[in-house]
């Protein structure tokens, strides 16, 4: 288990988002082991956040594969740090999301060059800003997603090694309201109360959530007024949606609009800004067919799972291209300082990428 070596190295860079430096350490040191398995590097320079590097393999005929990571984490420097292992558990930030991952597929690369000493349209991608919506990598991967057969994620895998077949799409929007101050003891009547109109509209946005279609919206910050002495003339909502449909997305999206536009305080004026980011991946048959292919080729069953939770295969899938993700470690507390993965989950994970992956390259 060598490659938990690796893990350590880049476990103890920080790289939350925001940290370019650390990011591209991260980054430079995914290079320094991938390159020499024969890949070409492309480096996709961004001055606010880390590099996206995509690492090409050499083409023949045959299907194309997309092996898909990022290189950032949620954790600022100082707030969560450091590898620790026992003899089951590895912690630290990115041990499943998803730096844990991207050793796996790392080294089932390794695997099939040893065995092969080339490697043949496999390709690999590690953004650099997924923890934050993927607001700037997500045009390079909508530009690359078309050049692909299948594609492969490695986020965390489900508790019994499920492989991630939907996830919910997702969109964040701000909601401003313009009122008009004045003085809330000596001129109550002439102000127009921005702060009571995002009352009116917290209540209708609640009332679009449906359960039973797993549609949420939530307006998760609220920010407003001046003083308790003064009329508010401003204030803003902060809101998500999350839908597993195109047809629940439009009409949360129709309702939203129908929301803004209408002035429940009169006088006051409101404006929407934000949109989707990710659009939803939906289970398809493409996707069950291709999984009953990997089952024969590794001859063993694969478990499937949906999460309500997004990340970079929604974007691939929603370019046509048939995905499937969670072939990452086995890991729990992620997004938080209890972070950490099953050393188990590695080695089950490795092993089937690499008959996976072993099967494309001799069946080209």
């Known amino acids: 288990m060598d490659y938990l070596k690796d893990l350590e190295t ?46 090409s393999s050499q083409k023949k005929s045959g299907k194309k594969i997309l092996l898909l990571g990022h290189n950032d984490t949620v954790f600022p420097p100082n707030s969560f740090e450091g590898f620790k292992e026992n003899e089951f558990w590895v912690y630290g930030p990115g041990v499943c999301d998803m730096k844990g991952g991207n050793i796996v597929a790392l080294q089932a690369l390794r695997n099939i060059f040893n065995q092969n000493k080339k490697i043949f349209n496999i390709d690999f991608l ?77 209540q209708e946005l609640v009332k679009l959530t449906n359960l039973e279609l797993q549609t949420t919206v939530n307006v998760g910050k609220i920010n407003g007024g001046i003083g308790a002495n003064t009329i508010s003339p401003k204030c803003e909502l902060l809101l998500e949606i ?10 949360v999206l129709d309702s939203l609009e129908k929301i803004v536009n209408t002035s429940y305080v009169k006088g006051t004026k409101s404006t929407l800004s934000g949109g989707i980011q990710r659009d939803v991946m939906s289970e398809n048959d493409k996707q069950l067919k291709f999984i009953k292919e990997l089952e024969n080729i590794t001859n063993r069953q694969i478990l499937k799972e949906k999460r309500g939770g997004v990340s970079d295969a929604n974007i691939v899938a929603s370019c046509g291209v048939t995905t499937l993700d969670g072939f990452g470690p086995f890991g729990d507390g992620d ?16 092993e089937l990428m690499t008959k996976i992956l072993n099967h494309f390259q001799k069946n080209l």
């Open 10 to 55: 880049i476990i103890n860079i920080n790289s939350y988002t925001k940290n370019k430096s650390g990011v591209d350490l991260v980054g430079q040191k995914m290079t320094s082991w991938i390159e020499p398995l024969g890949f070409n590097t492309s480096i996709f320079t961004r001055e606010n956040i880390g590099n996206h590097l995509l690492f």
């Open 242 to 251: 999350r839908y597993t449909s195109n047809e629940e997305k439009q009409r």
């Open 126 to 202: 590690l953004v650099s800003d997924e923890e934050t919506g993927s607001d700037d990598s997500k045009e390079l991967t909508t530009s690359i997603a078309k050049n692909y057969d299948y594609c492969f994620v490695f986020e965390a895998a489900g508790e019994n090694l499920e492989v991630v077949t939907q996830r919910k799409g997702v969109g964040t929007f701000t909601i401003t309201i313009e009122g008009l101050a004045s003085h809330a003891g000596n001129h109550y009547d002439k102000g127009i109360d921005a702060n009571l109109e995002a009352s009116f509209k917290l």
């Open 335 to 350: 997004h938080t300082i209890s972070e950490r993965a099953v050393k188990s989950s590695f080695t089950s994970r490795i």
